[in-house]
């Protein structure tokens, strides 16, 4: 028996249930048609052609009158109404279950992918089943949001397998971030992440960052660890671009590679400002806008709100406390470095 035959006769069944049964055995017939894959409209076009053949079967009497006709009528159709209803819900909530066990499937093999705390071999042959080559190349981009949801990453998966092509994206949520893991040389794929992004929570309300592209199992988990540690240096920092690539801040964890030496630089070049009254932040502050401007004095004061007098006082008692001036080829960089690593270090407390 075909599908399509399947469902009719079940449905024509179900009109003869007893009513103390009827809605639970509706609803796990929607819950069946669901597991076979059938649509919604299917199951319930069967329902109505069932309650055809059942009223069409219902011989009429001689001496029925059309009022006992309409109440017939009308009871079917009641009865029908709540077949179709609670076979739409329980329709519903079979699919709901499969997206759920789809989801949670996805975020195991993720998680286990991004770990290598699998066995290789059960890990070669779910990668085969979400169409990724264990040996090749893969970028993994990490986007960090308040608000993010299963079913918003749902939605981005589906997005970016439909742009891209199934198999050459795969997305879920892991630990409250969206996590895609990309085909190496994927072009685009950063920009269209920011896209969905930007369509599912506005503007302003989210961060993605790109580790590099690396090969095979282990290159997963150094990409995955470039972007997150790139989102971290990013709060750090204060850097809000919505988009950040972990090959463009590389020189952050050199500088942490050898935490005693940023430490001595900070408080050896910029500990004299502590001294400053009010404390070094202001001065903090006025270096890291002149550098994001190059030196432009007259742009840093304008992103201050300062005057470009304000701005070169303090930037001459920057030299008179520490000995160093950013106007100075040979004491910019060891200046501009150590105001990095303070805003790494958090320095001062």
Avoid: K
């Amino acid at each position: 028996m075909n599908d399509a035959n399947w469902l009719v006769a079940n449905c024509q069944d179900l009109l003869y249930v007893a009513a103390s049964a009827r809605r639970q055995a509706a609803i796990n017939l929607g819950a069946r048609a669901a597991d076979e894959g059938l649509t919604l409209r299917e199951l319930v076009i069967a329902l109505l052609d069932a309650t055809n053949a059942r009223w069409s079967a219902t011989p009429a009497e001689p001496a029925d009158a059309a009022a006992a006709v309409h109440s017939r009528a009308g009871a079917l159709l009641d009865t029908a109404r709540a077949l179709l209803t609670a076979a739409i819900d329980g329709y519903n909530r079979q699919n709901r279950a499969e997206l759920d066990r789809h989801d949670n499937d996805r975020a195991d093999f993720v998680n286990d992918l991004l770990t290598g705390r699998a066995d290789p071999g059960g890990l070669a042959e779910r990668a085969h089943r979400y169409g990724i080559r264990l040996s090749a190349t893969h970028t993994v981009l990490i986007a960090r949001a308040a608000g993010l949801t299963p079913g918003i990453a749902h939605r981005i998966d589906a997005a970016l397998a439909s742009r891209f092509g199934e198999g050459n994206t795969l997305t879920t949520l892991r630990d409250g971030d969206v996590v895609c893991i990309s085909a190496g040389g994927l072009r685009g794929i950063a920009a269209e992440l920011a896209h969905l992004l930007l369509t599912e929570l506005g503007a302003g309300n989210w961060q993605i960052a790109v580790g590099r592209t690396h090969p095979g199992v282990h290159g997963l988990a150094t990409s995955l660890d470039e972007a997150r540690h790139t989102l971290d240096y990013a709060v750090r920092l204060g850097f809000t671009t919505p988009i950040l690539n972990a090959a463009d801040l590389l020189v952050f964890p050199v500088l942490l590679r050898d935490r005693d030496a940023i430490t001595d630089l900070v408080t050896t070049v910029l500990g004299p400002l502590t001294t400053a009254r009010g404390g070094a932040e202001s001065y903090l502050e006025t270096l890291t806008v002149l550098f994001e401007n190059q030196g432009n004095q007259t742009a840093a004061a304008r992103q201050l709100h300062l005057s470009v007098r304000a701005i070169t006082y303090r930037l001459e008692r920057i030299r008179d406390l520490t000995g160093y001036h950013p106007g100075e080829p040979t004491q910019r960089f060891t200046l501009q470095t150590a105001v990095l690593g303070a805003r790494l270090l958090g320095w001062p407390p």
